[in-house]
């Protein structure tokens, strides 16, 4: 049984010059990313967060949550094997495995897996 978590995807790349792992959790890096855009929508005029909830239909309490579930969503693709492959040091490292794509990993792009991620979503919600 292999005892790597969410914790051994890898987000973003560290500066070697680094202390610690050389990556930030990918669910960390998510989390980051909704932060940032939560603070930058806070800094936005009332109208543009009004314009944006209407957009969606909601209210903005309510469309803020979807925009930031949103917004954290952007890198699941990274989640991916093929993406995680990409670092093969970090695979033996972690435990992690992924037999099929491990060593296709160059035509895997994380972009293509969240657009396909969110199409799939949206064919669902319809």
Same mark, same amino acid.
Request: charged share 20%; aromatic share 8%.
């Given at each position: ?18 202390? *610690? ?9 998510? @989390?980051?990313?909704? #932060?940032?855009? +939560?603070?930058?929508? %806070? ?13 969606? *239909? ?9 925009? @930031?579930?949103?917004? #954290?969503?952007? +890198?699941?693709?990274? %989640? ?47």
């Amino acid at each position: 049984m292999s005892t790597s978590s969410h914790s051994d995807l890898w987000g973003k790349a560290k500066p070697r010059t680094d202390e *610690g792992p050389q990556y930030h959790p990918l669910a960390l890096h998510c @989390l980051d990313v909704a #932060a940032c855009a +939560d603070a930058i929508l %806070a800094r936005e005029p009332e109208a543009t967060r009004q314009r944006m909830a209407a957009t969606l *239909g909601l209210a903005w309490g309510e469309a803020r949550a979807w925009l @930031l579930i949103a917004v #954290a969503s952007h +890198d699941l693709g990274k %989640a991916s094997p093929g993406f995680q492959a990409k670092w093969p040091n970090l695979l033996d490292q972690t435990g992690l495995s992924f037999r099929v794509l491990k060593y296709q990993h160059q035509s895997c792009l994380h972009q293509s897996n969240s657009f396909c991620a969110g199409f799939a979503r949206e064919k669902l919600a319809k």
